[in-house]
């Protein structure tokens, strides 16, 4: 029995793995972009559509600025999945305890179980994802200048005109524990993101009474993610922020709810890019259970062969 769940386990580990890869290197770009126009720091902190900050960040930077942080991406996501679908799976079968299926609440648990460790080891990957998209290189004063030729120039990592480290050692080093867990309350939130997105999933998978087949998966998939977007979109706007090293609330032209037009202009404001987030996240989400149903299959085949 602990055999067939450490089997199951590692792969649907694999599984979640490769899809997650394989969306990231499709819509990387996008991610990339749309994180910017979320976030909205300097020197991209005006209102704009995401294809036209898209071409502007190619003009003024070149198209490598839009892969920036790529390996920290794959590698957070293949792990972050990887250990999410194995953890899930583990938590589900305990759950079973011998029956075939599992309540969608039972459901609903496992899912947040399994996202509340993968959160608490990859948050650091993702702290540092998300200041490389956003960093840029500003000269400091006292660095090379005409009346000193000779002295090298000095320049540090920014983002919104604040110093930011962009690598793990730097991070643990200088901002310790807080810096590991930069929006660990605002990511703890969004558990809920998976776990709407899953139950939908696998209730739309139960529906079917067989395998998906990737082109239903893919579908399936966007459609999922959708609810999922839709429900956690201003804890993932706060959690950018403070994962950049900005402040938590973008500047939305009120310092305190005072009338009901000022709620408006801060909900407004965490909701700002939604749009943008809701298509890449539903091809990121297509892509990835695509994927994920075909290595299902794969391991359905040689576990047949198996026995």
């Known amino acids: 029995q602990r055999s067939q769940v450490a089997q199951a386990a590692i792969g649907e580990a694999i599984a979640g793995a490769a899809g997650s890869i394989s969306s990231i290197l499709a819509l990387y770009p996008l991610d990339t972009t749309r994180t910017i126009l ?8 005006k209102p704009t559509t995401i294809l036209k900050l898209l ?23 293949s792990l972050s999945w990887a250990l999410y679908f194995a953890w899930h799976e583990v938590f589900k079968r305990w759950m079973a305890r011998g029956r075939k299926k599992i ?34 290189r500003r000269r400091l004063a ?25 690598n793990f050692m730097d991070l643990i080093r200088r901002e310790g524990l807080v810096g590991w867990m930069s929006g660990i ?33 893919f579908l399936m998939g966007a459609v999922s993610k959708f609810f999922a977007v839709l429900l956690t979109y201003p804890a993932h706007t706060v959690r950018l922020r403070m994962q950049s090293g900005l402040s938590s609330f973008p500047d939305m032209g009120a310092a305190h709810v005072g009338s009901i037009a000022d709620t408006i202009d801060i909900i407004r404001g965490l909701y700002a890019g939604v749009e943008n987030k809701m298509a890449t996240s539903m091809l990121h989400s297509a892509i990835m259970f695509y994927v994920v ?12 062969k198996a026995r």
């Open 38 to 45: 979320q976030v909205r720091a300097p020197p991209y902190d």
């Open 55 to 77: 071409f502007e960040i190619i003009k003024n930077e070149g198209w490598l600025r839009l892969y920036r942080g790529l390996p920290s991406a794959l590698f957070g996501s």
């Open 103 to 136: 309540t969608a609440a039972e459901e609903m648990l496992a899912a947040t179980l399994a996202g509340i460790l993968t959160t608490l080891v990859v948050n650091p990957i993702w702290v540092i994802n998300t200041r490389l998209k956003l960093a840029y």
């Open 185 to 217: 309350v605002p990511s703890i939130v969004l558990l809920i993101n998976p776990g709407i997105q899953l139950a939908v999933y696998a209730r739309l998978r139960s529906l079917l009474r067989r395998p998906p087949r990737p082109n239903e998966a």
């Open 293 to 304: 149903e075909l290595f299902r299959k794969i391991n359905r085949s040689v576990a047949k």
């Open 142 to 166: 006292g660095g090379a200048s005409p009346a000193n030729k000779g002295a090298a120039e000095k320049e540090e990592v920014a983002v919104g005109g604040k110093r930011v480290n962009i």
